[in-house]
């Protein structure tokens, strides 16, 4: 709630002559639940709005100073130079209130305090940009691996007990949901939300305190969403990590992750999402933190499901805050749906390099299971991880020895054991070249009792040979078209599984695959 009355300030504030500019100068005003944000074309000013909530206290100028110096650090440690740092808002003796800097009376009496950054042009927001449809397969690579290398260098926190701060999470959540009860909310509805996130904490209480344990519980953004990601010179910089709450912070790096696939799923960018997420466990090979997933997930949502229904009683316009009472209802549908994962498939792609299986795979995943949808298994990725190198590290064929292909295997079906032993879909991603991997993999879904299609994927030589020169960070090393002559020579036995070729119409070649996977339960 409010506390701090800055009406005044905040009208001043969206003056030019505030910020020593001329009167001509039009000066945009942001607004969120805990800030205002003043564009004035070059900068950007943001102000702690003087609220109190559970989850934040900014009810006092001395807070919001302390506030604002903390976010300064840590945007300094996510994105350097994004922050220019922390300005005194003044009142001098006419009542005049302006910014330190363009004061002219220099003993002016100091009220508030902002936060100075670089602005940043709309249309490059992240959420504004996936409106628009200018976020691709690249920017979502680009995405994953700037939060991987967040979280890699970020501080390993050893001193929180994960299962509380989770714990935490879930009651602070639903009792703020409660608040809405009935107006928006139902309130059996949040009971049994609240009981199934209970019961999905109870049941990975082990995982998370081996993940602690293991280094996974860092100090994190704490508030990854596609409004606090931006494209500026050309690189995704994260904006507005939380500095206010320790427990919103100090977590999971799958929970802090976990926030930006719910912001997706609300988007309607299933797809993306599947990119992004594939992606950051490429990188990450995280793939032990897959059952505690769902949990978080829901969790973000149930996040969501509060600030919409927060957002909803603070907007004046009845038909703006009736959809925003829609959008909040609807979080918190989603969030219970996270928990409740249907029976997990098997789905392997197999073909010779170039056919276009890594493709079908990738556009295939997004759509099996809950949300953000399969796991991706690619072989050349689990290479990679192995001899602990670079997606895009280029290895010599001397490498590719039969005991690496063999352990590479080996660790493909140990994974899909894994990982649909927790419930989640996996499509394997691999040449199966050999009868005997077909037969193997076949042999997997039927000892996790698991649905499974099996897709061959082929092409002709010379569409091959043109996808292999053109593609784009990618992590197989057949690169030539004499590497895929050779592949040629290989004796691939009788192939039983769905054929699918790559060579015609593209959409309706994924149509075709869509109906194949449609009858596994």
Known sequence: MLIDDQSALIAALSSPEAFGLKSSQKITVKETNISDVFLTGEKAYKLK???????????????????????????NRFAPGLCFGVEEVVIDKKSRIFIRSACPDKNAEVIDYLLVAHEFEENLLFDNMVDRGELDRFEMMDTAEKIFELHQNAEIITTRNPVDIIRGRIYENNAMIRCFVPDIFDGEDVDALEKAQLDALEKNRELLLKRQADGKIRWCH????????????????????????????????????????????????RRLASILFNHYMALSADWEGIPVLPLFLSCRAAVNAYVFAQRSA???????A?????????????????????????????????????????????????????????????????????LEEHLDPAEYTPELENKVFDLL?????RLLSAGQSVVADALFHEERQRRAIE??????????????????????????????????????????RRQLDINVGPVTWDKIDTSGDRMATLTRVRTILSGLD
Do not use: H
């Open 443 to 484: 042999e997997t879904a039927r000892e996790m009792n698991v649905d499974f299609q099996g897709l061959w994927v082929d092409a002709p030589l010379e569409i091959r040979i043109e996808r292999v020169a053109s593609r784009k960070r990618n992590p197989s090393d057949v690169k030539t078209a004499e590497e895929l």
């Open 222 to 269: 704490g508030d990854l969403t596609l409004r606090n990601l931006a494209m500026w010179n050309g690189r995704v910089v994260p904006l507005n990590p939380i500095e206010f709450y320790d427990d919103l912070t100090q977590i999971d790096t799958l929970y802090d992750f976990a926030f930006l696939l719910v912001d997706m799923e609300s988007k309607g960018q």
């Open 49 to 75: 709005r003087g609220v109190k909530y559970p989850y934040v206290d900014y009810s006092t100028p001395e807070k919001r100073l302390a506030a604002c110096q903390k976010e300064l650090d840590i945007c």
């Open 322 to 390: 009736d959809l925003m009472a829609n959008r909040a209802y609807e979080q918190l549908v989603i969030s219970k749906r996270f928990l409740d994962q249907p029976k997990p498939v098997l789905v392997a792609c197999g073909g010779l390099s170039g056919s276009g299986k890594s493709r079908i795979a990738r556009e295939s995943a997004p759509f099996i299971g809950n949300p953000p949808g399969a796991v991706i298994l690619r072989d050349d990725v689990l290479r990679k991880n192995l001899l602990n190198t670079g």
């Open 413 to 417: 079906c140990d994974e899909c054991r």
């Open 314 to 320: 603070e907007i004046k316009d009845k038909r703006e």
